[in-house]
């Protein structure tokens, strides 16, 4: 069973404007974090924020924030002030444990998120 | 820079040929991780290593064959592989804690000819 859920396959956004990425999860944990992270064209994978399941708050980095719905199990990023440097495709992970013992990141199928000038 | 380095960053390689994949970090993690990652696919974890010890290996075929000698280095070893083997593959290493971040390598595109 999918894990991490995101239904965007594709997002545009004008620059300057804020663009949400939808993101939820599924897991019977009590304690698990979440993340997010940016892929540019070149592939590497850049970590942008994370959120703990225990944090109260949500989190915010720069202008990434994390919106994050306990209930709804969903977390979805906010991109404040898009940028052109912004264009990337956007994945959402948790470490969750597999057969073997470890805590491993799964990853959603990612959104690909394209800012217009 | 994530602290994660791959070699080489990109690999054309023949069907009968053989090539290694190379992971470096010097973060003092001790996982490390294998994904494959195909266009229009999400990402695939291929294996997993905690203290050098695979602990996952997500049925992946034996013409990929990793080997990690130590926590900080991390290797793929390619033979015989198919064209549909073309990929991005990215290495990541990361505290055993599961509530932090993985830091990923800049990936190893492989084309397979």
């Known amino acids: 069973a999918q894990k991490i859920t995101q239904t965007q396959p594709g997002m545009f956004v004008q620059e300057k404007e804020a663009v949400t990425l939808d993101c939820t999860y599924d897991t019977s944990d009590q304690s698990y974090g979440l993340f997010w992270y940016k892929q540019p064209s070149s592939g590497e994978m850049i970590f942008l924020i994370y959120?703990?399941?225990?944090?109260?708050q949500n989190a915010t980095e720069g202008r990434y924030s994390l919106n994050f719905q306990k209930a709804r199990k969903s977390a979805n990023l906010v991109i404040s002030a898009s940028q052109l440097g912004d264009s990337a495709m956007y994945f959402c992970?948790?470490?969750?444990?597999?057969?073997?013992?470890?805590?491993?990141?799964?990853f959603g199928r990612g959104t690909s998120l394209i800012v217009h000038p | 820079e994530t602290g994660v380095t791959q070699t080489p960053r990109h690999l054309v390689m023949g069907m009968t040929n053989k090539k290694s994949l190379k992971c470096e970090q010097h973060?003092?993690?001790?996982?490390m991780y294998w994904y494959k990652q195909s266009a229009k696919k999400p990402l695939e974890l291929m294996f997993v290593y905690n203290f050098k010890e695979q602990t996952e290996n997500n049925s992946v075929p034996s013409r990929f064959s990793p080997e990690c000698p130590n926590s900080s280095h991390l290797f793929l070893h390619l033979h015989t592989l198919q064209p549909e083997d073309s990929a991005l593959y990215l290495c990541?290493?990361?505290?055993?804690?599961?509530?932090?971040?993985?830091?990923f390598g800049q990936g190893t595109r492989l084309t397979v000819v």
């Open positions: 992970a948790m470490r969750e444990r597999a057969s073997g013992g470890s805590y491993i990141p799964t």
């Open positions: 990541a290493s990361s505290p055993l804690d599961k509530n932090t971040e993985a830091f």
């Open positions: 973060l003092g993690h001790n996982a």
């Open positions: 959120q703990g399941s225990y944090d109260e």
